[in-house]
């Protein structure tokens, strides 16, 4: 039985997001078809060889969430005049059965694109064999118990994984049975008081949580990336406070990147609290300064700079 409410599953159907199970989902990212049709990549396959048009982009908590972020483009408990408790969980589906129905729900989304003569017939092919999974799409996929289950689920058909947390479920990272391909930490704050502005916090202690996970970084080995969705005018100052958190996570890359006016995030924000390029490279050059990092990549359509201590990023490989 779903704990929310069906007016809030209706209006996500109507935003295209595809319901998985009970609470699950899978919604095509913009690249998706700006890969298929006009062939431009999203940087994720430029940075680190991940092919666009083989991603799957899913959450296994479309409706659970640990923060109400400003930028975030979810759905959260009182947008539409819909109200539910975003921390109280349900009965979990299983990994496979979450596996399944991405898989499905992804090709039931690429069979708009069969008949499109825009669509490259060989890209589109190797499409309806997807290979990636972006365990991002909204919602805090560590609230969902069996995660590192799910991971296997997704690796033992091929996939790679990439995991994306707000890193305020320290326990459920420091017990995954597996790890991601690589592992994502959200940081959108320098500090406790513009964490709670920006991020919202809707479980206590969450500023302390997310330092806990920062800490645990440095156990995995697969490569982990701080993410830092800049905000023009909320996020973007205090530097030296950015560079004592990254060097306790000691990560494997930064990603600075753009708050982007999209989804449900419009309700919050304005257009003009999107920073440009040129202020995401301003912003990462200081980063770099402050840390020791250097600027190994950057991809201007997607507003992302990439820094690291690496010469250049490691790229994940297909068969």
Known sequence: MSLVPDTLIEALKKHRYHIVGR?????????????????????????????????????????????????????QSGDLQ?????????????????????????????????????????????????????????????????????????HKRGFTTFLVSNGTVPSALAKLSHEPSQLYVSVCAPNKETYKKVCRPITPDAWEKLNETLELLQSFKCPTVIRITAVRNLNMGNIEEYAKLIDKANPTYVEPKAYMHVGFSRLRLGYESMPSQSEIREFASKLAEATGYKIIDEAEESRVVLLSRLERPLKFSYS
């Open 23 to 75: 609470h699950s989902a899978v919604k095509r990212c913009k690249w998706l078809y700006e890969a298929l049709v006009h062939g431009r990549p999203c940087y994720k396959q430029k940075f680190y060889g991940i092919k666009t048009h083989q991603c799957i982009q899913m959450t296994p908590a479309l409706f659970y969430c640990t923060q109400r972020c400003l930028f975030c483009w979810r759905a």
């Open 82 to 154: 819909i109200t539910w408790e975003e921390t109280k969980l349900p009965a979990w589906d299983s990994p496979e059965e979450i596996v399944e129905g991405s898989i499905k729900a992804q090709l039931a989304i690429l069979s708009g694109y069969k008949g499109n003569p825009k669509a490259d017939p060989q890209k589109f092919r190797e499409a309806l064999r997807p290979r990636h999974a972006a365990i991002s799409l909204t919602g805090e996929p560590t609230l969902y118990e069996p995660i590192g289950d799910l991971i296997q689920a997704f």
